[in-house]
């Protein structure tokens, strides 16, 4: 288990694996592997741990589900593997920030790695699925578990900008010290709502800002 994610995080995970909770959902998770295919691969499930170190996050983007059709998710939310078709959300990201970053290019693959490799922690709340079954894994104790990580970036670290896009991300604000934390929020940038306020929010360059202001190197959000 430990090799599937980066040891910075061993004081933090490694006493949650350990919970009557974690051990009855690796279980689960582990039946539903029996039973079909799950998504994304078992070496992935923890590979924004494993991209973005605990002591390096200037960034949270907070997903809700990893992708359920073949070959989408790699443990990254938003985040397609290189070769596969961009979902419909990231490209609304990428016009975003087209519009918001000046002279960015949108590119022609949907991995989102060089983010997670400088501080973008890209964590989804619910971090396994049941192929082709949308939100199949939710409520079943990968929320307590990401809310922890949460909770956890926010007591530890200093001047983390939180990106919540959606209803649903939102109401993880409860459990930010936004004291110390800069939390930006604006609706999902789903085809359903992206044109209710999503264009034109510029979260990169806020976050940029934000961490210029705290002393931190800001993000190169061109992929």
């Known amino acids: 288990m430990s090799d599937r994610f980066d040891s910075s995080w061993d004081s933090i995970l490694k006493p949650m694996f350990q919970s009557d909770e974690m051990k009855k959902l690796s279980a689960f998770v582990q039946q539903e592997r029996e039973a079909g ?22 960034v949270v983007i907070l997903g809700q589900d990893p992708y359920h059709n073949d070959g ?8 397609v593997p290189a070769g596969i078709a961009v979902p419909p959300s990231l490209q609304n990201i990428y016009k975003e920030l087209q519009n918001d970053i000046p002279n960015f290019q949108i590119p022609n693959h949907g991995d ?7 501080g973008v922690l890209l964590l989804n709340a619910t971090l ?3 192929a082709h079954v949308a939100g199949s894994h939710q409520k079943k104790g990968w929320e307590k578990f990401t809310d922890s990580i949460i909770r956890a970036i926010s007591d530890q670290q200093e001047h983390v900008v939180f990106i919540l896009w959606g209803a649903y991300a939102a109401k993880k604000a409860a ?7 800069l939390v930006l929020t604006s609706v999902h940038p789903s085809p359903l709502s992206v044109y209710r306020g999503f264009y034109g929010s510029k979260p990169f360059s806020k976050t940029n800002d934000y961490l210029q202001a705290s002393g931190k190197k800001p993000i ?4």
Request: hydrophobic share 45%; net charge positive.
């Open 128 to 130: 396994t699925v049941r």
């Open 37 to 58: 295919q799950v998504f994304p691969p078992n070496d992935f499930v923890f590979n924004a741990f494993r991209l973005t170190p605990l002591s390096q996050v200037k």
């Open 72 to 79: 989408q998710a790699h443990g990254l939310s938003f985040s």
């Open 220 to 223: 190169d959000w061109q992929i």
């Open 112 to 118: 989102l790695s060089h983010w997670a490799k400088q």
């Open 175 to 181: 459990l930010i010290d936004q004291a110390k934390h």
